[in-house]
T-cell receptor, first 111, second 114 residues
Framework: ETGVTQSPTHLIKTRGQQVTLRCSSQSGHNTVSWYQQALGQGPQFIFQYYREEENGRGNFPPRFSGLQFPNYSSELNVNALELDDSALYLC??????????FGPGTRLTVL | DAKTTQPTSMDCAEGRAANLPCNHSTISGNEYVYWYRQIHSQGPQYIIHGLKNNETNEMASLIITEDRKSSTLILPHATLRDTAVYYCIVRVSNYGGSQGNLIFGKGTKLSVKP
């Protein structure tokens, strides 16, 4: 049974650019949640996808968007990057609302 | 905002039990207590969760007070690899989306020392 994987591991972008982060969910899981973790803080909920539909959203602007595919993998897209978007982006998969299992994260640096 | 209060940091000697407290005085009847930990720069790792009864698994034990306003996570024999930030979270387990998401506070930084 493979766990949650994320790509890329690290990414450097400049302000104003767009970025796509990817997540493969754990086998048997149909729900993916995305979190943003700034340095020294706990993770903050961005949104959740279930059956390819957005199923809840935290306090993040519309330039944060996502997709879930039929195989339950997911993408997080961020447009018009800002310096404050620099963070560790975490993906977590679960079977419906059961306990969430996290991937290793993608470290995004915006210059 | 997180509905839990945890000490900022704790130390524990290797081989001894680590007891991590958490206050959740406003917990609702349908909210579970979850514990995750995060080792430096890795994704959070699920440890255990419970509603009202004490729970135990291969990683830890969770003791919830009778009034459910506080709980304690117990690592019975702490090792150096247990050094991490431990997050206590209350969550409605039966819902997805915004209601079922995890609201992390700042957690407790546990340092296990030789």
């Amino acid at each position: 049974e493979t766990g949650v994987t994320q790509s890329p591991t690290h990414l450097i972008k400049t302000r104003g650019q767009q970025v796509t982060l990817r997540c493969s969910s754990q086998s048997g899981h149909n729900t993916v949640s995305w979190y943003q973790q700034a340095l020294g803080q706990g993770p903050q909920f961005i949104f959740q996808y279930y059956r390819e539909e957005e199923n809840g959203r935290g306090n993040f602007p519309p330039r944060f968007s996502g997709l879930q595919f039929p195989n339950y993998s997911s993408e997080l897209n961020v447009n018009a990057l800002e310096l404050d978007d620099s963070a560790l982006y975490l993906c977590a998969s679960s079977f419906r609302s059961n306990e969430q299992f996290f991937g290793p994260g993608t470290r995004l640096t915006v210059l | 905002d997180a509905k839990t209060t945890q000490p900022t940091s704790m130390d524990c000697a290797e081989g001894r039990a680590a007891n991590l407290p958490c206050n959740h005085s406003t917990i609702s009847g349908n909210e579970y207590v979850y514990w995750y930990r995060q080792i430096h720069s890795q994704g959070p790792q699920y440890i255990i969760h419970g509603l009202k009864n004490n729970e135990t698994n291969e990683m830890a034990s969770l003791i919830i007070t009778e009034d459910r306003k506080s709980s304690t996570l117990i690592l019975p024999h702490a090792t150096l690899r247990d050094t991490a930030v431990y997050y206590c979270i209350v969550r409605v387990s039966n819902y997805g989306g915004s209601q079922g998401n995890l609201i992390f506070g700042k957690g407790t930084k546990l340092s296990v020392k030789p």
